[in-house]
């Protein structure tokens, strides 16, 4: 019974998940509040964004991206130099320049423009994301 005792005080001092989470919730908060690529609108954020793919410059263009689980943006790295060695970045400026916002709004924190084809249908999206933490908006996915 002792050793059993001695092992939880051991194991919730050095090894509690709570302890982890909180360390989780830490770099969390972090990273969030060190991420100030953005505007103060979701239209300034979309409109940075658009400048960073005529100018092809990736890595200023995916800075505008939220940041995922990892606290990363690779895929958005990657999937954006992909377009640039196909010659499509400018292309795609074009596509988001034609979007709309969407007049239905989930809340005051999330935002969504429509982008529409050459043929006025609905052809994507542009979901985007209030970053309570450094107080700008970021694409959450495109």
Known sequence: MVVGGFSYLIWDEYFSPDDELAGLQKRYVQAMTADTYGGKTPQETLDLFIDALKKEDVDLAA????????????????????????????????????????????????????????????????????????????????
Do not use: C, H, T
């Not at 989930?106 to 006025?120: L, S």
């Open 63 to 142: 800075k505008y991206f939220m940041l995922d689980d990892q606290l990363s943006r690779e895929k958005w790295v990657k999937a954006l130099s992909e377009l640039k060695s196909k010659g499509l970045l400018d292309d795609m400026a074009k596509d988001i320049e034609r979007a709309k916002p969407d007049a239905d709004k989930i809340d005051e924190n999330d935002f969504k423009f429509i982008i529409y084809n050459n043929e006025g249908n609905v052809g994507g999206w542009v979901d985007m994301q209030f970053n309570k933490y450094s107080k700008v908006w970021k694409i959450e996915n495109l």
